[in-house]
């Protein structure tokens, strides 16, 4: 199988695609280990720039389905992905690597936190460098959503009326207090429809002058 296939989605250049379900592992482990914050900050800079295995609207889909899907949107993305190339197996080695190394970081610096907390004068400085990576953590994040808000203005919705419904779930949740699901199953319901809707009107006009030739 070539390494570079052309993908649908894809701008300019073909798409590149992992050789082995070896190097798919490796590729998330180092993702993994990279995600101070959270993995979907550099994701799709690794997945869509770097190595060229997805475009930034791939991306966004299949990260869109990885949200509304019971589980930890990581690992979600990551058998996702990994089906897409190599089918379960491609699922299970993109997702032993995307948990496996962080898993054995975390075992650790939990055992270091428990033994240094015992030491006096300790708790301080844990304390300052735990608010510290927070605040990474939260600049990570609001990076990720501008980063991800680029693919938008070629969604058949548009960017602005995209960007008005993602401020419109963000209210109903923070302001409202409603549960995610209700926003999921309701938001995020008529927004699946009406996106159809307008793919199937835009398929008709397209497909229409063919049917008088």
Known sequence: ??????APGATGAALAQPRSKTELFVAFTLLALQGFGGV????QRELCERRRWLTPQDFVTLLAGAQVLPGPNVCNLSLMIGD????????LAALGGMIAAPMALLLLLAWLLGHAQALPGWEGPLQGA????????AGQIVGTVLRLAAPLKNHV???PLSMGLAALAFALMALFKLPLLWVLLGLGGLTCVGT?????RR???GAGPAHHG
Request: glycine share 10%; hydrophobic share 60%.
């Open 1 to 6: 199988m070539p390494e570079d296939t052309a």
């Open 40 to 43: 979907i900050a550099v994701a």
């Open 84 to 91: 897409r190339f190599f089918g379960w197996r491609g699922a």
């Open 130 to 137: 735990l608010k510290g990576i927070a605040a990474v953590a």
């Open 157 to 159: 919705l548009g960017a």
């Open 196 to 200: 159809y809707l307008l793919l199937r």
């Open 203 to 205: 398929s008709a006009h």
